[in-house]
Nanobody, 121 residues
Framework: QVQLVESGGGLVQAGGSLRLSCAASGSISYITSMGWYRQAPGKQRELVAHIITGGSTNYADSVKGRFTIYRDNAKNTVYLQMNSLKPEDTAAYYC???????????????WGQGTQVTVSS
């Protein structure tokens, strides 16, 4: 079984910072990519940031220059450093990973349980 466990959400004032973490565990052969989506009430889930094994990253325009995604491949963990937070960043943040499980020939997407980020004005 593969699991993603997130941590680091919370309440912060506008202009503040938070760091989210997401650790993948279980029978993992290889992780191709990891990233974060977010979903605010009444809105569709949107991609926030994405990183592939080689280190290439991709960000939503709304977070460029404020958020940084990075990975610790040895720990199968992805981080999202969020600076200069704005009230519009308030959402549930979900980690995902594209993983090849041990003994499998096919990669699958796995999701974390979500962590709430609330930014007060």
């Amino acid at each position: 079984q593969v699991q993603l466990v997130e941590s680091g959400g919370g309440l912060v004032q506008a202009g503040g910072s938070l760091r989210l973490s997401c650790a993948a565990s279980g029978s993992i052969s290889y992780i191709t990519s990891m990233g974060w989506y977010r979903q605010a009430p009444g809105k569709q889930r949107e991609l926030v940031a994405h990183i592939i094994t080689g280190g290439s990253t991709n960000y939503a325009d709304s977070v460029k220059g404020r958020f940084t995604i990075y990975r610790d491949n040895a720990k199968n963990t992805v981080y999202l450093q969020m600076n200069s937070l704005k009230p519009e960043d308030t959402a549930a943040y979900y980690c995902y990973a594209l993983i090849l499980p041990d003994g499998s020939r096919k990669t699958s997407n796995y999701w974390g349980q979500g962590t709430q980020v609330t930014v007060s004005s």
